[in-house]
């Protein structure tokens, strides 16, 4: 079986990261902010412009992918499916916040962040837009996926193993099954 994984939110917990990374940026910049854990995106997950999200992610961003730990159990889990499946990791991850000193090379730290932590893996395949064309172009069986978007547009064609995030709680729907951690990944695959 070929499995697909989205990193931020599936691999990493970014809300987690957004929620207390963002408020020690605003605290230090003395930003108002407002956090809402049900919102998927930065701005209105922090209650702060877009500017200041650009901001945040422009002091945050290379720390969260160069250092910042996947979840509990990712790892392990990941290793047991890889045994008896392909792993695609698909990611949106881009260089949108990243310092000048960075852009260009943000594969480059995707692949060493993998490494670092020994994520194994068979193919990485970063997207642009809807992820549901990288999904069928690889003939993925079942995607690993938090996003709202991303999680209702594939599972119109493909199984998706909904990963319980703040922001995803009302994602359900034919083919949306949500799991709770790594080991109920592994226990409903």
């Not at 230090?28 to 702060?48: H, P, R, T």
Request: hydrophobic fraction near 35%; glycine fraction near 4%.
């Amino acid at each position: 079986m070929k499995i697909g994984i989205d990193m931020d939110g599936c691999i990493t917990d970014i809300s987690r990261f957004v929620a207390d990374y963002g408020a020690k940026f605003c605290y230090e910049n003395n930003i108002k902010y407002s956090i809402k854990e049900d919102e998927y995106d930065e701005s209105k997950a922090l209650g702060i412009s877009l500017e200041d999200v650009e901001k945040f992610w422009n002091e945050y961003l290379p720390y969260y992918s160069i250092e910042y730990n996947p979840r509990e159990f990712a790892r392990e889990v990941i290793e047991k499916l890889k045994q008896d499946n392909e792993i695609y990791i698909i990611t949106a991850r881009n260089e949108e916040g990243l310092p000048p000193e960075y852009y260009g090379k943000m594969q480059e730290l995707v692949k060493a962040w993998l490494k670092k932590y020994n994520i194994n893996y068979d193919r990485l395949i970063f997207t642009q837009g809807s992820k549901l064309p990288y999904c069928l172009e690889n003939n993925i069986d079942i995607m690993i996926e938090d996003s709202p978007r991303n999680i209702l547009d594939i599972s119109q064609k493909i199984p998706v193993l909904c990963f319980d995030n703040p922001y995803n709680k009302n994602m359900e729907g034919k083919n949306i099954k949500r799991v709770y951690s790594w080991y109920d990944v592994l226990n409903n695959i």
